[in-house]
């Protein structure tokens, strides 16, 4: 099973709960899987979602959003390879083939990155 993140929050150790709501076997029963910090608490599964499965609990609390450092990097990396992809389309016939072909390996290996 795949681990759990620390908390996005605190840094806290996280665990698996089982929620159920009800009594089983009447109406209105129903039972998930939630997962909480156990230092502050932050959680998933509990009113946002209830996820039967546990991979889609635990996808959710280890879904994380991109740091903005990482956001302007890639946004920078972006500009570079269109400048490169440029220069390649510009360059074409006058550009040695032996030159060019290290830039669009670099710009190949660049896209699978992503
Ligand atoms: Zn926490």
Request: glycine share 8%; net charge positive; charged share 30%.
């Amino acid at each position: 099973m795949t681990e759990l993140k620390p908390c996005p929050f605190c840094g806290g150790n996280a665990r698996m709960l089982r929620h159920e709501l009800g009594i089983m076997g009447r109406s209105g029963y129903d039972w998930w899987h939630a997962i909480q910090c156990q230092r502050c608490n932050a959680a998933v599964g509990y009113d946002d979602n209830r996820y039967r499965d546990k991979s889609d609990a635990i996808r959710a609390w280890n879904t994380r959003a991109p740091s903005p450092e990482l956001t302007a990097a890639n946004e920078r990396i972006k500009v570079l390879e269109e400048g490169i992809h440029k220069a390649l389309l510009e360059c074409g016939t006058h550009f040695d083939q032996a030159k060019k072909k290290p830039l669009q390996e670099s710009l190949a290996k660049s896209k699978e990155m992503e």
